[in-house]
């Protein structure tokens, strides 16, 4: 064996990527990735460069002569010194561009007429060995207009000036820019372009810029494309299959820790091709259901208790989002399953109202009512309030026990498209969650054996010309399968011989 010669960094990056099999680029191709990306075609996984033109014409149709979009990207963000957060590409970026790697920007410019004619332009970071030795290829301008179907691409440094030409007073320049950012905020090297653009142009100049871009895009993507569908689809199979898998699972029991739940929840759709969940999952055991948004996830799980489990995957892109909820033991109690039942009863006739909805549009606002409706009438039986349904929905009594709403808009984030507002008429494309819940507290003057008890159930539903398509009908619902699944957790936890104490979580 004889040591290599150190390389320098030019040396070594021309070394791992001189292979014509192995071209660089800074995000998944086909050449790179085959087991991702099915052809040459697609830029990201389902999304075609086709599709991707076809977005940015849709949105030039949109905007009024003389406007432009900027679609700017985030940036490496540090959890602690010198360790990034994981990195998830800017949502609109990757919509309309296709681009998932960080420090880069999209502008869309409208040209003359209402055709959809545009001229499309990526800023990317510029190849560097020094830095791809230690983060991995970059894409580069040499091959991002051929990756991302645009017209131009150029360099970040570039920004600053194209920017400036544009925002000032010559015969080419825009009555607007429309500028988007996603919520972490660009990325550093986007700043100071950005800054530099506006030194350059000077502050009257500065004022065609606004960031009023975000309701118009949103309203573009709300309503999902074939492909999308397909994509979602797969995010919420992957996802289905991990709640089977983690409902069935012996690492499943009284005495684990919660944070183990979603731990295995993480793995199952991790190994399924999920880049990881689509948000902290809610492993919420006995009466930390009643907290909806229960992140803590540092409790035990209890023998008689029931375990709510909100959690999703984010598959190429696109979330899906799942809760259900079941028995630490093998059965649920009679109280639980009475209440599990009536929850379960309102979220399939939630579906079935989005499935009329081809005759009598519905909004979520709309099925939120009918949700609270049903709720409230089950509310009654079970003696948690009383007097007329009528009077009980129109004093929100039933907003004790159910204080959240019924459905989001889900699609690249899981809470999607946040500035279309719930009174909007749902069209086919539209993807919403489904999530009735009752939530009944121990300070409540109500039975003993319903206290404490905390159950929400969510599928997310896809809105067609017809019947309504539950992309999450693969994961476990009905009382029968929750508790087969709970049964063969307890025969192979006991077959394993597996205890857990609790003080194998002390010092």
């Known amino acids: ?18 292979s014509k099999v192995q071209p660089w680029f800074g995000q998944p191709h086909f050449k790179t990735h085959p087991h991702l990306l099915s052809n040459v075609l697609e830029v990201t996984p389902g999304i075609k460069r086709s599709e991707l033109v076809e977005r940015r014409k849709q949105l030039v149709r949109s905007l009024p002569e003389g406007v432009a979009v900027l679609l700017c990207g985030g940036g490496e963000m540090l959890a602690t010194n010198d360790i990034p957060h994981p990195w998830r590409a800017s949502t609109n970026l990757r919509y309309w561009g296709g681009v998932t790697e960080p420090g880069a920007a999209l502008l869309i410019e409208r040209l003359p007429g209402n055709d959809g004619e545009h001229r499309a332009t990526a800023f990317v970071l510029p190849r560097d060995p020094n830095r791809e030795l230690w983060d991995g290829a970059r894409t580069g301008k040499e091959r991002a207009g051929e990756l991302f179907g645009v017209d131009d691409a150029l360099h970040v440094d570039e920004l600053g000036p194209r920017v400036a030409k544009l925002i000032g007073t010559g ?60 994509v979602m689809q797969r995010a919420a199979q992957v996802a289905a299959a991990a709640f089977r898998e983690t409902l069935s699972s012996p690492h499943v029991r009284a005495g684990a820790i919660e944070g183990g ?24 055991g006995g009466r930390n259901a009643l907290t909806i948004h229960y992140v803590r996830n540092d409790d035990l799980l209890r023998d008689g208790e029931l375990v709510l489990l ?22 649920f109690t009679p109280a639980q399953r009475d209440v599990y039942e009536r929850v379960l009863d309102v979220n399939q006739r939630c579906i079935d109202l989005l499935s009329a909805s081809a005759h009598e549009p519905q909004s979520l606002d709309s099925m939120h009512a009918y949700a609270t409706r049903w709720l409230t009438e089950h509310l009654v039986e079970l003696g948690l309030l009383s007097g007329s349904v009528d009077s009980l929905v129109s004093s929100r009594a039933y907003s004790r026990f159910y204080p959240h709403n019924t459905g989001h808009w ?52 896809v809105v067609t010309d017809g019947d309504a398509l539950n992309l999450t009908v693969d994961a476990p619902k009905s009382v029968a399968d929750i508790e087969a699944l709970r049964a063969a957790s307890a025969a192979a936890a006991a077959a394993a011989e597996q205890t857990t104490q609790i003080e194998q979580f002390r010092l």
Not at 1 to 18: A, G, I, N
Not at 310 to 331: H, K, L, M, N
Not at 422 to 428: C, D, E, F, G, Y
């Open 410 to 461: 889900l699609g690249m984030d899981v809470h999607d498209t946040s500035s279309i507002t719930t009174n909007v008429k749902l069209v086919p494309g539209m993807i919403v969650t489904v999530e009735p819940g009752l939530y009944i507290g121990h300070e409540f003057d109500v039975p003993e054996e319903l206290r404490g008890i905390g159950i929400r159930i969510e599928d997310d539903v």
């Open 171 to 230: 015969d080419d320049s825009v009555k607007q820019l429309c500028v988007d950012v996603p919520a972490g905020g660009m990325a550093r090297e986007l700043e100071t372009a950005m800054r530099a653009a506006t030194s350059d142009a000077g502050e009257t100049a500065a004022r065609k810029m606004t960031g009023a871009a975000r309701p118009l895009l949103e309203k573009l993507r709300c309503i999902k494309s074939p492909a999308e569908v397909r």
């Open 261 to 284: 739940v979603g731990a295995e929840l993480d793995v199952q759709c991790r190994r399924r091709g999920a880049s990881g969940l689509s948000f902290p999952p809610v492993v919420a």
């Open 1 to 18: 064996y004889q040591r290599r010669v150190r390389d320098t960094p030019t040396q070594m990056l021309k070394r791992c990527f001189s």
């Open 310 to 331: 909100d959690g999703g995957c984010e598959w190429a892109g696109y979330c899906s989002d799942i809760t259900r909820t079941f028995p630490v033991s093998p059965q």
